[in-house]
């Protein structure tokens, strides 16, 4: 009985190899990302905290949850059926399911204070002190809502009718209760489930609607400006003919100001256009000095002007940028979007697993493997906030160059 058994285990783990590589990736890849965003937030990042605050909260919440579900996973693709201690079984899921749903729920507490920074600015917002609360309230909930996974998982004995082959694995129990407390259990947790992807859902397509009309708002009116800067460069002065050139013109007087190199101006005023006015503005004080005071008068005139537009047609050629609020709203959508996507099949294997008790052992080999992937594809959401960090959040984008010198922007 116990080669039999071994065998069976064997026969089991080495189709979930795959699996357990991939599980090995999430947990490299989770600790030393979520490790870098706490670092950098924490450390290098701290003119912004209070903007910035749930970043490094949520990193550390999904570096605990990588690193207790990987190996919570990685056990059971190594010990399918031969899981028999009870107590790690019922720790680990228990641990597992806190973890997972204070992610879920911070995720919800961010959404509802992005939603507040955005389409709601003029009104309350959370501090440094309610933003605490926050965090204490759902770590509570998330305990509250696990405990029964002492009573509801655990090791189980599972059957081989083949070769009459008894085994052990870490799932739900029923216990010495009827089936109907199990279930009560899980629709409570699915109902929970629900509410979270329902809230995360309005509360992002609230700031995206916002978003989008400030976006176009912003485009239009840099197709005004665009516009606007035509038609100032398309009616020129008749008597400026030179002007566009350079900020003072040749006066043809002996006392007058050398004249300026037309090009070197030019570039000053693209590198910095601020800084090359009030130069101009100077050397038209130094040309006033030894020239008329007629020609004097009309060079500071047509400088002081030419300068405004230089300011104003640099401004309106940049255009409005993205604020750094809309930015980070962007990022936790995006978060947000991976969250559903990564938790879906979870919640769908963990409802029919329910109804069928032997489901995984009734699996043919050639379904177990991509199951099982589809089952702990939720600890990807735990492992790519960092990836999304570096490629919208230009600051920590920045800062992790930093770290690293031999890599190149």
């Known amino acids: 009985m116990a080669n039999q058994l071994e065998d069976w285990n064997d026969e089991l783990s080495q189709i979930l190899v795959p699996d357990s590589v991939i599980l090995m990736i999430y947990l490299v890849v989770g600790v030393l990302g979520n490790s870098i965003v706490i670092y950098i937030h924490t450390v290098r990042l701290q003119s912004n905290r209070e903007e910035r605050f749930f970043i490094p909260v949520l990193a550390v919440v999904d570096l605990i949850s990588c690193v207790v579900s990987t190996a919570f996973s990685f056990s059971i693709n190594m010990l399918p059926v031969k899981y028999n201690n009870d107590s790690a079984c019922k720790i680990m899921f228990f641990l597992n399911m806190t973890c997972s749903l204070m992610a879920a729920l911070m995720l919800v507490v961010i959404a509802m204070h992005r939603h507040r920074k955005i389409c709601k600015p003029f009104s309350k917002q959370l501090n440094m002190f309610w933003k605490k609360i926050a965090i204490v309230c759902i770590a509570g909930v998330s305990l509250v809502i696990s405990w029964p996974c002492f009573l509801f998982y655990g090791s189980k004995e599972v059957y081989k009718e083949e070769s009459l082959t008894i085994g052990y694995r870490c799932t739900n129990v029923r216990g010495p209760w009827s089936t109907v407390q199990p279930l009560v259990f899980k629709a409570a947790v699915m109902l929970l489930v629900a509410f979270i992807l329902v809230s995360l859902v309005v509360f992002y397509v609230l700031i995206g609607i916002v978003v989008f009309r400030q976006m176009r ?180 984008r920045d800062e992790v160059y930093g770290l690293c010198p031999c890599v190149k922007k």
């Open 217 to 396: 708002f912003h485009k239009k009116q840099g197709i005004a400006y665009g516009a606007s800067d035509d038609r100032s460069q398309n009616t020129k002065s008749p008597n400026s003919n030179s002007g566009d050139s350079s900020y003072v013109t040749e006066v043809p007087d002996k006392n007058s100001a050398p004249k300026i190199d037309t090009q070197k101006s030019s570039e000053a005023d693209i590198s910095s256009p601020i800084d090359n006015n009030a130069k101009s503005l100077n050397m038209v004080s130094d040309s006033d000095q030894k020239s008329s005071s007629n020609i004097g008068h009309n060079q500071r005139r047509s400088t002081t002007c030419k300068s405004a537009l230089t300011i104003d047609h640099t401004t309106r050629n940049t255009g409005p940028s993205m604020t750094p609020g809309v930015r980070l709203s962007l990022i936790f959508m995006l978060i947000t979007l991976v969250f559903i996507v990564c938790y879906v099949p979870k919640v769908g294997l963990m409802i029919y697993e329910s109804r069928n008790e032997n489901f995984w052992i009734e699996l043919p080999p050639s379904e177990l493997s991509g199951f099982r992937f589809l089952y702990t594809a939720f600890i990807i959401n735990n492992i790519v906030n960092p990836i999304i960090y570096g490629f919208l959040d230009r600051r920590f």
